[in-house]
């Protein structure tokens, strides 16, 4: 006898839902504090000082700006995991591909935004000594990729806690097995 075929669009729905709700706002929590903590070596004596000033101001600002900007690379985080955990062997990693995923939305967001920052620093003649500029590309770029990862981390374990799962859904049915022409008659 064969298993009926597990759903598949429904928990999808569901994956990328959980992942748009909560991706930006996982994030956007984070983010201050992964920025100031990768931009430390540089000024480390004022990290602290500057760090909690940023984190009493910036969260509320910065979750704003998660969800205006997250929430389609957030959906489209759960909406390829959901694939990832629709197709993956029932052994593989999901957490940790979720985050890769996330990882990867994340930065393409930040590449998205850098040509956007460009134009209208050309539009408006903005100019940047480079070393501080590289700088804050690169703790920017830094910050928003490990957000990524970690907000895909979480969603995925809350999925698994959920118990949100496509696994095993495009994996197709096994025929039934044909009987043997002697036990027809």
């Known amino acids: 006898m064969s298993q009926p075929p597990r759903p598949f669009f429904l928990p999808t729905i569901g994956l990328t ?10 994030g956007g929590a984070l ?7 990768l931009a430390a070596p540089a000024a480390a004596h004022v990290a602290g ?6 984190t009493l101001a ?5 979750l704003i700006v ?12 759960g909406f390829v995991y959901a694939l990832w955990d629709a197709a993956a062997p029932i052994r ?12 990867a939305m994340a930065y393409a967001l930040f590449h998205w935004l850098a040509s956007l920052g460009a134009s209208i620093e050309a539009a ?15 703790t920017l770029r830094h910050g928003f990729v490990a957000c990524g990862a970690v907000a895909g981390f979480v969603c995925a374990l809350a999925a698994s806690l959920l118990g949100l799962t496509t ?14 022409e002697g036990l027809m008659k």
């Open 66 to 77: 998660a969800y205006l900007f997250g929430v389609g690379p957030a959906a489209a985080t």
């Open 17 to 26: 839902l959980l992942f748009a709700l909560f991706g930006p706002a996982i």
């Open 31 to 37: 983010f201050a504090p992964i920025a100031l903590s």
């Open 167 to 180: 696994r095993g859904a495009l994996i197709p049915a096994r025929p039934a097995p044909v009987p043997p």
């Open 92 to 103: 593989a990693p999901r957490a940790l591909v979720a985050a890769l995923i996330g990882g």
């Open 124 to 138: 408006f003649d903005v100019t940047m000594t480079p070393p501080v500029g590289d700088w804050i590309e690169a």
């Open 58 to 62: 910036g969260h509320t600002f910065a």
């Open 49 to 54: 000082p500057i760090g909690w000033a940023a």
